[in-house]
C-alpha cells in the first residue's frame, strides 16, 4: 500500500464531517504509542507549554537517575536513548523555545553526570553537538531570548 501525500490528506480531511474526524484521530490513536503521545499533548498539554516543558524535564530526570554506569558503552547507550526521548517530546511541541530549553536541561544534565563525560570521546562529541545545535536554535529566536539562553549557554562550555 502506497502512503499518499499530506496535501492529499490534506485535501481529503476538508471533506470529512467532525465526527468522522474524530472517529479517525481515535482509530489512529490506537495503533502506535507516539500518535497517542501526540494527541495528548495537542489536546491537553499545549495550552500550557511551561507544565510540559516541566513534565518532560522530570522524565528526562527519571532516565539520568537509571543510567547503568558501569561502563562507557553503557553510559553513551543511555544517553542517546535519552536524547531520542527529548526529540520526540521537541517534536510534539514543535516550539523552537521549548526546544532550546529542553535541550540546554538535557546538555546540563549531562555535564554534571557521574562519571564524567570528559574521558569519554563518544560522549563528549554528543555534548558538544547538542551544544552547536543549541546555538544554532537561538540564533532564530528573539534578541532577549538569545541573551538569556547565551548566558546558559555559556555556562554549558567544558
Known sequence: MRAVTVREINQE?????????????????RFKKENKELLTYLLFESSDEQSYID??????????????RKSYYLVKKSV????????KYI?????????????????????NLSPSIKKSPGLLNLYNRQIEAIIKK??????????DYGVEISELTI
Do not use: G, M, W
Not at 513534565?55 to 547503568?68: C, L, P
Open 91 to 111: 517534536r510534539y511541541s514543535l516550539k523552537k523555545q521549548t526546544e532550546v530549553e529542553l535541550l540546554i536541561y538535557f546538555c546540563t544534565k549531562l555535564k
Open 13 to 29: 480531511l476538508t471533506y470529512r464531517s467532525p465526527k468522522e474526524l474524530r472517529d479517525l484521530c481515535l482509530r489512529l490513536s
Open 80 to 87: 542517546r536513548k535519552i536524547l531520542s526521548t527529548t526529540r
Open 138 to 147: 537561538v540564533s532564530v529566536l528573539h534578541e532577549d531570548l538569545r541573551h
Open 55 to 68: 513534565s518532560v524535564k522530570r522524565e528526562i530526570d527519571a532516565q539520568f537517575e537509571q543510567i547503568n
